[in-house]
């Protein structure tokens, strides 16, 4: 390990007199290059979530680990089903929980966020050769008791880190007086969530758009079975001022796609289900889907969608940035605690608004199928997604090369 510091002699000593915690049961590490992130700060595991995301998607068979702080709760992280993503707790401190974390992940990469650092942790993993940077790190994250008061601690940690990004110009000043490495730090952007852009095949987008000739159109997503009847009351109203809306529903799953056909049709409603019956035609007034491969074409071709799970409590709500990213203006229901921080920049920018029944939804489709209406909306969000693009940019292409040159020097 590193050459130690008084304060940091201190601290061992410290942690392994409480002894470490019992043996973490870690699921399989998946063969491969595997990057680490750290979700230090409270709060902003979506925009770490989102990064990686990124990340998976332009390097193929990568796997990504990230570490949660012990404060975080269950409901932090959004559920997540990508197979080679893993989201456990950041281990103890004392040497044998470091080991046993580092003996069975070996991350080719870490990106470690915002501070509060983890001194043996990060020594070790900087011992064993693993590059480490620190993205959007903060004062927050170092002006804890620690920092305060064993100063040549921190200085070391900061040193183990190839690069440090800064949130702001205040933050670097603070992480100099430090102890950071001047030629170490940079003062960029705040990390912020942008979400993916959903991929759609554009023969099926051409297809699409000339079958619905400029019909007006608006999409409810992820749709819960009792979230259903709240859809399609809203839609009987609006249908009573655009005459030729179409709706297209996106169930949760089959069984809820089988469930709203019927809904639908005791309603007098003209019902397809998409992938099973032709395209849509002048007369059909309801679109039942439930694949979710289909996200990006119907948020696509709708300029205003309604993001379910939302209205019934104990679901989390779905990504608000998937609707935002490709100009659909946002709609949703009070239940959104996995998404809360992206909801609440939407809605602050005027990209998103909310609705607590079938009356307000109804009243807000009406007036968004206005083309100008959605067009605003689905302009702030863009602006929304774009805040924090070019420091994801510059983080992923970083970790790609830095990716490269490890595996060409193998």
Known sequence: MAARSLGLTAYRALVRRGGAEPAAAYPARPGGELVWFHAAEPGNVL?????????????GRLSVLITL???ATPSDPPPCTTSNLFIVRVPGEHPDNVTAFLDHWKPDFCIWTWGRLH????????????????IDADTSGFDGRRNRWLPDMTRQLLSSFELTLARSDAALRRLLQLGLPRNRGEATSALLAGGEVLPCADSDLADMSACLGGRPVWYANQLLPEEIPVVLSAHRQALRLSHRLLLILHAHDYATADQAIERARARDFT???????????????????????????FFRVAPVSFLGSSLVAGHGGSDPFEAAALGSAVLYGPKVR?????????????AARIVNDAGALGNAVSRLIAPDQAATMAHAGWDVISEGAALADRVIDMVQDRLDDIAGAA
């Open 69 to 71: 702080p012990d404060s």
């Open 119 to 134: 001194p043996n942790l990060v020594l070790e993993t900087a011992a064993r050769g693993c590059p480490m940077v620190m």
């Open 47 to 59: 925009a770490v979530l989102d990064l990686a995301k990124r990340l998976m998607t332009l390097r």
């Open 271 to 297: 019902v397809i289900r998409w992938g099973e019956d032709p395209y849509p035609d002048e007369t059909t007034q309801v679109m039942v889907a439930d694949d979710p491969g289909d996200r990006g074409l």
């Open 338 to 350: 996995h998404y809360l921080p992206s909801y609440g920049r939407l809605a602050t920018a005027g």
